[in-house]
């Protein structure tokens, strides 16, 4: 038994975000019934690559989910939409601002309808503010929040984190505040509103940046791999390819300097402190990569794992896949009827990790059945 079994969840979402939060309550148990528009969600086209007809993006965020297409600008249909949801216990919609209004479907019409009901919504810039209706994807919000200007090398402009950052970590939020709601509705009987945005993900995660930039007031430092704070605490290239030094401390940066060959740098006035390493860097890492570039990973890594100093290759995708680490956490599992694995839920109850129990539905899978289903229930409710 998973932990949200029996909690029964509308989807009206596309793209990423919105999917996401689905996905999320999914893994953790809920029946998710995802309405499409008879040509589908966008990101089943967002490819190549494809699995069948289908982008392995969308496989990725639509697992555990069940798909019926709705025409709503037809009265029946949204007539019939509204009746589901009258029995659901969360809806989650990313909609473009104002759309779900313009249905009927708003917060405040679907709480009058179903006073249980936990909405939660993944909006581009939140529910308040001059830019409330606006919408915006991935990048432009990364850029926008300022994501992209503590990214990448000082000397050139900000890049974009390569994964989607903002509609995952809003979708995670979402589910979280849904989850929150059913706590919540426990207590009080009422639903809420739950609203999540990619702009406020972004500040979210910016949090430190901030603190940062107002107590000093300067503007972050570009550093590829490193960090704004710590010194030793970025990537260096070894004989055979890039490996990460991770020495975060006084003590740690001891034992480095030990495995460096310079035991003496531990108490040099430039480099016994955290603050003094960071003042003095300009001078101190151009000598650690220097001593790194003699020596593959390999010598770095035995060493360095010997002493406790953290330490990592910086892999690709292959490479990780084929970690016994990966293999031994089991996150990587299969889905019924699809060749490939996905990567699970990033989460386990009681040593178990839950299990994928759909592949991503087809555009339409279930229509017969949801709507028979419905169908019969409406016959009992008569009798």
Request: charged share 20%; aromatic share 2%.
């Given at each position: 038994m998973l932990p949200l079994d029996g909690v029964k969840v509308v989807e009206v979402a596309s793209n990423i975000a919105g999917p996401y939060a689905g996905l999320v309550l999914g893994m953790l148990g809920a029946d998710v019934l995802k309405i499409e528009r008879p040509e589908g969600d966008d990101a089943r086209k967002w490819g190549p690559p494809f699995i069948g007809d289908t982008a392995s993006i969308f496989h990725t965020v639509n697992l555990n989910k069940r798909s019926v297409t709705l025409d709503l600008?037809?009265?029946?249909?949204?007539?019939?939409?509204?009746g589901y949801i009258a029995d659901a216990d969360v809806l989650v919609q990313n909609m473009?601002?104002?759309?779900?209004?313009?249905?009927?479907?708003?917060?405040?019409?679907?709480?009058?309808?179903n006073p249980r009901l936990v909405y939660g919504s993944a909006a581009a810039f939140g529910a308040k503010g001059p830019m409330r209706l606006s919408a915006g994807y991935e990048p432009m919000v990364q850029a926008f929040a300022g994501v992209f200007s503590v990214n990448g090398e000082a000397e050139r402009p900000g890049v974009r984190v390569g994964v989607s950052l903002l509609d995952m970590g809003t979708g995670l939020w979402t589910a979280?505040?849904?989850?929150?709601?059913?706590?919540?509705?426990?207590?009080?009987g009422k639903g809420m509103v739950v609203d999540a945005s990619l702009f406020e993900t972004a500040l979210g995660w910016l949090a430190g940046h901030f603190a940062g930039f107002r107590v000093s007031g300067n503007l972050p430092v570009r550093n590829p791999t490193g960090s704004n704070r710590v010194v030793v605490f970025q990537a260096f290239d070894a004989a055979d390819g890039a490996i990460i030094i991770a020495a975060a401390n006084d003590r740690l940066f001891a034992k480095l300097a030990t495995e460096l060959g310079h035991p003496e740098w531990a108490s040099d006035p430039r480099f016994r402190t955290n603050p003094d390493r960071f003042a003095h860097q300009d001078v101190l890492i151009p000598m650690v990569a220097d001593i790194v570039r003699e020596h593959p990973r390999a010598h770095w890594i035995e060493r360095l794992?010997?002493?406790?100093?953290?330490?990592?290759?910086?892999n690709d995708l292959r490479q990780v896949e084929a970690l016994p680490q990966t293999a031994a956490l089991g996150i990587m599992q299969s889905a019924p009827e699809v060749e490939i694995p996905f990567v699970g839920m990033p989460l386990s109850f009681d040593g178990q990790r839950p299990p994928i129990r759909r592949r991503a539905p087809k555009l339409g899978e279930h229509n017969d059945e949801v709507m028979e289903t419905v169908k019969r229930r409406g016959k009992a409710r008569a009798v």
């Open positions: 600008k037809d009265p029946a249909q949204l007539a019939w939409l509204k473009r601002p104002g759309t779900m209004e313009a249905l009927g479907l708003g917060s405040a019409a679907m709480l009058e309808l979280l505040g849904c989850i929150a709601g059913l706590l919540q509705r426990e207590r009080t794992d010997a002493v406790g100093v953290p330490c990592a290759p910086i």
